[in-house]
């Protein structure tokens, strides 16, 4: 069984903070997504990482996939209140088997306070 | 082009109860799944289906069932209804499979 631990598992910070989100594994990945969700609606995906060592950038979030496919990191610069979220990071299996099934990890709640 | 539509959105029932969920993907998409939401456990992967057939499937007992019509249109079932199944579902939808888009999810209180 796949699984994928996100830390911090809560984390509230002051508007222009910085911070770090991290999402690990001991299994390895065919690629990994990053999605937010906010309060009464689905997770909407950020950016699907594919390659190892690969850094996507989306406006004020970096995203990183580690060397070994096994772990991701999302960095926010300069938080704002409207960051505020779930955010959840997703495998996909390696497998072939289970291409088809996304492992999610339990996901990092964000408090941007202004 | 219209998102993901769950309905209803919202659902109360009593424990032995069933209920049926209804997700609408997004047009063209042929792949819908389906997840269970709920703060301890996260996102729950319960099955994916592709053309009608059931192509995955997670660890979730018998009483979860699904199923999807020739226009990609699913829904899924719970039968026996526990407490422990209050969550919130969500449905997602895909072209081809790993690039998902989810709906609002419906949100199910069991008392």
């Given at each position: 069984t796949q699984l994928l631990e996100q830390s911090p598992q809560f984390l509230s910070i002051q508007e222009g903070e910085n911070l770090t989100v991290y999402c690990n594994s001991s299994s390895v990945f065919s690629s990994l997504q990053w999605y937010r969700q906010e309060p009464g609606e689905g997770p909407v995906l950020l950016v699907t990482v594919v390659t190892g060592g690969e850094v996507k950038k989306l406006k004020r979030l970096t995203f990183q996939f580690g060397d070994a496919r096994k772990d991701s990191s999302l960095h926010i610069t300069?938080?704002?209140?409207?960051?505020?979220g779930l955010y959840l990071c997703a495998g996909e299996g390696?497998?072939?088997?289970?291409?088809?099934k996304l492992t999610f990890g339990k996901g990092t709640l964000l408090t941007v306070n202004p | 082009k219209a998102g993901v539509t769950q309905t209803p959105r919202y659902l109360i029932k009593t424990r032995g109860q069933q209920v049926t969920l209804s997700c609408s993907p997004i047009s063209g998409h042929r792949s819908v799944s389906w997840y269970q939401q709920t703060p301890g456990q996260g996102l729950q992967f319960l099955f994916e289906y592709f053309s009608e057939t059931q192509r995955n499937k997670g660890n979730?007992?018998?009483r979860f069932s699904g199923r999807q019509f020739s226009n990609s249109r699913s829904e899924m079932n719970v039968s026996?209804?526990?407490?422990?199944?209050s969550a919130l579902y969500l449905c997602a939808s895909s072209f081809?499979?790993?690039i998902q888009y989810f709906g609002a999810g419906t949100r199910l209180s069991v008392l």
């Open positions: 300069a938080a704002q209140p409207g960051d505020t390696d497998s072939g088997g289970s291409n088809y | 979730f007992p018998g026996t209804l526990e407490l422990g199944d081809w499979g790993n």
